[in-house]
């Protein structure tokens, strides 16, 4: 693995580039290096007696853990030290100035998918880095189609980076002998079609019918309209189900549902939507509300939350094309969802 090219050896190629460039890798580069100590303290799991305690709600009204609030400060005063001119992160109520005179700003999930930890199965960082515009205040209520760079980090049985500079996607592991994360994989792509999705399946009585016709479909096999058989997943940690579909394909779909504080489904836009479907898009899939391309939207509030369809693209497609129906009620309530030629491409 020394022989592998270091990110600290990419990141200074990419610097190069330009001005958003140079401050855009120092703050990459900022965040794997908080993202190392973080996963050595995820890494001591029961001996850190805390790191799995309740410590009170986060700004979006989740429950917080202490490693969530730990996390957060690591990479807050990691950042602080970077050429980063405003922050946003799921544990804070609002934007933070740092330094107005760079030209990007970071917003970040510093412990996605905390509920984990102690159960010992994969959380992570997120993170999105966005170039500010004349109004500082503006900075994240763009598109994520301004994205510069995006990333997440997933501390599991090895601690692997996803980074997308906006020219594919590659994939680092954390060399413990050297504390350095190594490029691992090159140019990752994602299956357009697939055999595999990821869904809370106990929340079916809550989805709409779209969805509903669409897991149907699933489940049905090689004798629905489908045509094959499909497993099914679901972890719980969007950081692990993204690196799934990057390493062997698949879909994931978290949507809106009748559940109250769901209506707008549940995971934010800004720093989870936003970065996770610009990675996705870069490898080659695709990332949806079901009705509108998640890089499409902007955020109106820090912690705006959206659904999340993403993966194999054709399987996203067949999505979309269901809400896009005139007739999606009638298509849920009939026997078999007859309609077979509406789920053929």
């Given at each position: 693995?020394?022989e ?8 200074k ?11 855009a890798?120092g ?37 917080q ?27 804070a ?25 102690e ?15 004349d ?42 002998a ?148 005139p ?19």
């Amino acid at each position: 693995m020394s022989e592998r090219q270091s990110l600290k050896e990419y990141l200074k190629q990419y610097s190069q580039a330009d001005a958003s460039a140079w401050h855009a890798a120092g703050a990459i580069g900022a965040i794997a290096k908080a993202c190392i100590q973080i996963s050595y303290i995820t890494a001591d799991g029961a001996l850190s007696a805390s790191a799995g305690a309740a410590c009170g709600t986060n700004a979006g009204g989740d429950v917080q853990k202490e490693l969530d609030v730990r996390a957060d400060a690591i990479i807050r005063s990691a950042l602080t030290e970077a050429h980063v001119a405003i922050l946003a992160s799921e544990e804070a109520d609002g934007p933070q100035t740092i330094d107005p005179s760079s030209r990007i700003g970071v917003a970040f999930d510093p412990l996605d998918g905390s509920s984990n930890i102690e159960v010992n199965m994969a959380v992570g960082t997120i993170f999105s880095i966005v170039p500010v515009p004349d109004d500082l205040r503006r900075t994240f209520r763009q598109s994520g189609t301004a994205q510069i760079a995006a990333g997440f980090v997933v501390y599991g049985p090895q601690t692997s980076l996803v980074l997308t500079l906006g020219k594919g996607v590659d994939i680092f592991a954390l060399d413990r002998a050297d504390g350095e994360f190594k490029l691992i994989r090159r140019n990752v792509r994602i299956p357009p079609d697939t055999a595999e999705f990821a869904i809370n399946l106990s929340n079916r009585r809550h989805w709409d019918p779209v969805v509903r016709v669409f897991i149907d479909q699933c489940l049905a096999g090689e004798e629905g309209v489908l045509g094959k058989d499909f497993n099914m997943r679901w972890i719980g940690s969007l950081v692990a189900e993204a690196y799934r579909i990057l390493t062997r394909g698949g879909l994931f779909l978290y949507p809106a549902d009748a559940r109250a504080g769901y209506s707008d489904g549940r995971l934010r836009l800004l720093y989870e939507a936003h970065p996770i479907a610009f990675i996705i898009e870069q490898a080659g899939g695709a990332a949806s509300t079901g009705r509108a391309r998640i890089l499409d939207l902007a955020a109106d509030t820090v912690h705006q939350r959206t659904p999340l369809i993403m993966g194999a693209s054709d399987d996203v497609r067949f999505v979309e094309n269901l809400y896009a129906s005139p007739e999606p009620n009638d298509r849920a309530k009939a026997p078999l969802f007859a309609h077979r030629g509406f789920f053929r491409v």
